[in-house]
Structure formats: structure tokens, C-alpha cells
């Protein structure tokens, strides 16, 4: 088993140091040299994107809060309408679907039952499908209508990391195929987005150079019970994400919140030296957040930014500052996880956490 975790000591920190790896491989399948990205295999051209009204985005765990950024990126750049819908509540809302439906399955495994009775369901509705899983020859790959791969790699941890950033890869790289059929998209934009896609394993590894930083932080909130995670707009897709990792490798019981939601409620539970996590990435939305940290940082929290490089302001009103390499905001959720799923790993390896194989969970949930 040794041998298989190349020197390291869990799966989960040998998969968070092969996400550059895996989204090269992701990007490599599917873009050309001339920059032009390739879906040709998918039954989705020009008219049948046309007939889509909206899309669907069904999943669970961690390939849910993909599919939150990508539904992000779905509605920002190639302007669908896109919703996320967990997979074992989907079904019991009774969707509307019909063939101008686009249902996208999210699954590492591509087996998880609940995902795969909502595909069989949305079949049945007569809409289209598409997965995005890892594993080929999967059932729910051989179900659905089309599939996507991510070239993650396999994914041996309980806890998903690598596949989660290919799939948000794939949503980016999707989104952008479509606005550029539909002719929605300028050339600056398209061009901008791309290179800013191909430069995240570059970022991330920069990132993960500052693993000591992280551990240092981990260190002083690992015998925290309790933490928050507040983020607006992508970002709030990003704490969703990374208070899920908290949970369930370090169980440590975290939520996380959009930032302007906190004040209807969750606030009240802000006390002193509580971790709060704040994510604060997008530009346009750097006022607002900034005013959310400061109301909690008055009530005592311990606050953890993790934003871009250019935003020293953030400094004023953190006690921990996490920069992620300068990035387009549109992008930023991909590589702003990346120090949060390290902090999750070292709580959770200095709590003596069996990290990879976490209690009461399994890999891939096949019963509903
Ligand atoms: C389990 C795993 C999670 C995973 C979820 C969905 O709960 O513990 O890490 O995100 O299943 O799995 P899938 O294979 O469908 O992505």
C-alpha cells in the first residue's frame, strides 16, 4: 500500500498534489493546439444545444458542490438556465423535464444510486444526459446519453478531491464550447477564460508550495469543535465544498453560509475564537465580504481569508491570510479550494484520524 502513495503518507495529500497533473490531462483531452475545444463525441451540436432551455445538474457529496460551480459557470458564460439539485431529493420534487432538458449527472464513481435513479428518471421524462464521471464503463457513463471524462485519475481516498477540481474543470470547459456555438462569446473573452483554465495546475502547485503556511493554521484551530465558512457568489460554492471536506475527514462540525445570509441567524452563533473561514475571491463582490468579516471578527471569531493575491485589505481584518495566485475571478473557485482541502487533511491528520477511510463513510453509495 506503501508503494502506491508514492512516499505520502495518505492517498487524500497524494491526490490533492496530482490535481495539477489531472486537470492537464483533463484540459489535454478536450482543447486542441489551436485552442478550440472539443465535444464532438457528444450529441450536442448547434441544433440540439439551440432546443436546450435549461439544464439540470444532479449529483451527490462532494460532485454536487462541483456542479454548484458549474452551474456558475453554466448561467455566466454560456447563459442557460442551470440548476443544482442534490440526487436523492430531485426525483421528490417532481421536475419539470422535458427532450428540451439537459440533465447532467456528476458522479467520481459513477455509480452512486441515488445519482444514477435520477438519470434513469430523467430518461424516463424524455430529457437529454450528459455525465461527467472518472470512471469509464461506469453504470451511470453507460446509461446516460453522453459522457465527459475527468482524467483524475484514480481516486483511492474517501474524500474526493482531484476528481472534484476536473469536474469543475470540465463544467468551465463545457460552458465555454457552448457559448462559443452559440456565438454568445468574444473571442477576447473565450481566449482570456481558456488561458486561465490552462494556468490553474501551474497555481495550484503554487499553492500547495505554501502547505507549511496551511499546517501552521491548521494547527492552531484543531481542537476547535465547531467553525463557519462564508463566501458570496462562486465563493460561496467554494465554502460549501470546503466545509464538507472539515466534516467529514477532520469532524469538525462546520457549515457553510452565504456571506449576506449570516446575519438572518447564524451570526447569533459567532462567539470568541470560533474558526470562520472566509472566502472572498470575486472582485466585484470584495466590499461586501469585507464588511461580513468585520461583523464577525467584532464578535470574536478567528478569521481565515483565503482570497487573491492583490487583496491586502483582506489583511486589516483577518487573523490568517491564505493568498491563491492571481487568477480571472470567473476561475477562482477552482484553485481557492485547493488550500482549504489542506487545511481540512492536517486538522484531520493531527486529530490521528484514519484520514483516508474517514468513519461511517464510504467511497461510493450504492443503496438509497
Ligand atoms: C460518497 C463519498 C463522497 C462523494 C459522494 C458522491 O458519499 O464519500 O466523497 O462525493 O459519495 O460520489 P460520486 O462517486 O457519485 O461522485
Not at 444514477?116 to 444526459?129: I, N
Not at 468579516?293 to 471569531?301: D, F, L, P, S, Y
Not at 490568517?320 to 487545511?343: K, S
Request: with cysteine; hydrophobic share 40%; glycine share 6%.
Amino acid at each position: 500500500e506503501q508503494a502506491t502513495k508514492a512516499g505520502y503518507p495518505h492517498f487524500m495529500l497524494k491526490e490533492i498534489n496530482e490535481q495539477p497533473e489531472g486537470i492537464r490531462e483533463t484540459i489535454k483531452r478536450r482543447v486542441d493546439e489551436n485552442n478550440l475545444i472539443h465535444f464532438d463525441d457528444i450529441n450536442l451540436g448547434k441544433e440540439e444545444l439551440k432546443a436546450i432551455k435549461d439544464i439540470y445538474i444532479i449529483a451527490c457529496g462532494t460532485a454536487y458542490n462541483a456542479g454548484l460551480q458549474g452551474r456558475f459557470a453554466l448561467q455566466k458564460i454560456a447563459k442557460i438556465k442551470a440548476d443544482a439539485d442534490i440526487a436523492s431529493e430531485f426525483r421528490y420534487s417532481d421536475p419539470f423535464m422535458d427532450e428540451t432538458t439537459l440533465v447532467i449527472l456528476v458522479s467520481q464513481s459513477g455509480e452512486t444510486l441515488d445519482t444514477l435513479a435520477a438519470l434513469r428518471e430523467a430518461k424516463l421524462k424524455g430529457a437529454k444526459t450528459l455525465a461527467i464521471t472518472n470512471v469509464i464503463g461506469s453504470s451511470i457513463a453507460r446509461e446516460a446519453d453522453n459522457v465527459i471524462y475527468t482524467w483524475a485519475g484514480p481516486e483511492i481516498a474517501v474524500a474526493s478531491t482531484k476528481a472534484y477540481t476536473t469536474q469543475v474543470v470540465v463544467f468551465y470547459m463545457l460552458s465555454l464550447y457552448i457559448a462559443k456555438l452559440k456565438e454568445i462569446i468574444t473571442d477576447e473573452d473565450y481566449t482570456t477564460i481558456l488561458n486561465g483554465l490552462n494556468e490553474v495546475p501551474e497555481k495550484i502547485e503554487k499553492i500547495i508550495a505554501q502547505e507549511d503556511k496551511i499546517k501552521a493554521i491548521a494547527e492552531k484551530i484543531k481542537d476547535c469543535t465547531q467553525g463557519f465558512y462564508l463566501g458570496r457568489g462562486l465563493d460561496y460554492s467554494v465554502a460549501t465544498e470546503a466545509s464538507l471536506k472539515m466534516k467529514e475527514v477532520a469532524y469538525m462540525h462546520t457549515e457553510a453560509f452565504a456571506s449576506g445570509e449570516l446575519k438572518h441567524g447564524t451570526i447569533a452563533l459567532i462567539e470568541d475564537d470560533i474558526p470562520v473561514v472566509a472566502i472572498t475571491t470575486q472582485s466585484s463582490l470584495f466590499e461586501k465580504s469585507v464588511s461580513n468579516i468585520k461583523e464577525v471578527k467584532a464578535r470574536g471569531a478567528y478569521v481565515i481569508s483565503v482570497t487573491q493575491e492583490n487583496n491586502k485589505v483582506v489583511e486589516e481584518v483577518s487573523d490568517e491570510v491564505i493568498y491563491i495566485p492571481e487568477t480571472d475571478d470567473l476561475i477562482a473557485g477552482i484553485t481557492a479550494i485547493v488550500p482549504l482541502q489542506l487545511l481540512a487533511y492536517h486538522v484531520s491528520a493531527m486529530r490521528g484520524i484514519d484520514v483516508d477511510k474517514p468513519r461511517n463513510l464510504a467511497k461510493s453509495v450504492t443503496v438509497e
